[in-house]
């Protein structure tokens, strides 16, 4: 079974720093690709970035430049250093794991807020 546990979440000022984890267990984790995913109240739930198993990366729009996805496979760990912040930034942050395109799992999520 896939697990997903997540931390990192907080209250930040507008243009400060976190770094998101995602602690996974149950699976072959270099096998599986990796991503982001955010929900702020009122909106739909919307992909934030992904990372392959062989390491490449993608973003939304609203987040390039700003945010960073890794993973350390030995760790079997994925990180989401977010820079930059801004309010529009707020939302509950989900870690999702993928397997040949098919869904295998999410975290709980971690709330982050930025507010002056």
């Known amino acids: 079974q896939v697990q997903l546990v997540e931390s990192g979440g907080g209250l930040v000022q507008p243009g400060g720093s976190l770094r998101l984890s995602c602690a996974a267990s149950g699976m072959i984790f270099s096998t599986y690709a990796m991503n982001w995913y955010r929900q702020a109240p009122g909106n739909e739930r919307e992909w934030v970035a992904g990372?392959?198993?062989?390491?490449?990366?993608k973003y939304a729009d609203a987040v390039k430049g700003r945010f960073t996805i890794s993973r350390d496979n030995a760790k079997k760990m994925v990180y989401l250093q977010m820079n930059g912040l801004k309010p529009e930034d707020t939302a509950v942050y989900y870690c999702?794991?993928?397997?040949?395109?098919?869904?295998?799992?999410w975290g709980q999520g971690t709330q982050v807020t930025v507010s002056s």
């Open positions: 999702n794991a993928r397997l040949s395109g098919q869904d295998m799992g």
């Open positions: 990372i392959f198993n062989a390491g490449s990366t």
